[in-house]
C-alpha cells in the first residue's frame, strides 16, 4: 500500500512562485520515477514535469520548461516541484504520481503508465 499526498498549493499572483511537494507513504516502491500533471476546468490532464530515482533524467511539458523546476529528496521519499513566473493559465490542480521500474521518457511523460497517484492540490493565479 502506497500513498501519495501533495501540498504547498494556494492563491499566487501573477509573475510569482510557489513550491508543491508530493510525500510518499507505505510500502517501499523500489527505484520509482516521480511524475507532476495537472488539470484545468474543463481541459483534458497534461503532462507538468517528471524525474527518474537519481535525478539524471528530467523532462518537462513544454507549457512550463524554464519556469519550473522539479526535485526530489529520497531520503525523505519527497518530490517538489519549484514554479515561478507563474501566469493565469498554470491554474489548475496540480497531481503528483510514481511509477516503479522499469521506465523510460515515454512512461514517464504519459498518464497511464503511473502506479501510484495524490489527491491533488489547487493552485490559483491570479492577473
Known amino acids: 500500500q502506497v500513498q501519495l499526498e501533495e501540498s504547498g498549493g494556494g492563491l499566487v499572483q501573477a509573475g510569482g512562485s510557489l513550491r508543491l511537494s508530493c510525500a510518499a507513504s507505505?510500502?517501499?516502491?523500489?527505484?520509482?520515477?516521480m511524475g507532476w500533471f495537472r488539470q484545468a476546468p474543463g481541459k483534458e490532464r497534461e503532462f507538468v514535469a517528471a524525474?527518474?530515482?537519481?535525478?539524471?533524467?528530467?523532462y518537462y511539458g513544454n507549457s512550463v520548461k524554464g519556469r519550473f523546476i522539479i526535485s526530489r529528496d529520497n531520503a525523505k521519499l519527497t518530490a517538489y516541484l519549484q514554479m515561478n513566473s507563474l501566469k493565469p493559465d498554470d491554474t489548475a490542480v496540480y497531481y503528483c504520481?510514481?511509477?516503479?521500474?522499469?521506465?523510460?521518457?515515454?512512461?514517464?511523460?504519459?498518464?497511464?503508465?503511473?502506479?501510484?497517484w495524490g489527491q491533488g492540490t489547487q493552485v490559483t493565479v491570479s492577473s
Open positions: 504520481a510514481a511509477r516503479r521500474p522499469p521506465y523510460g521518457k515515454a512512461e514517464v511523460t504519459t498518464q497511464n503508465e503511473y502506479d501510484y
Open positions: 507505505g510500502r517501499l516502491i523500489g527505484a520509482f520515477a
Open positions: 524525474i527518474s530515482w537519481t535525478g539524471d533524467n528530467i
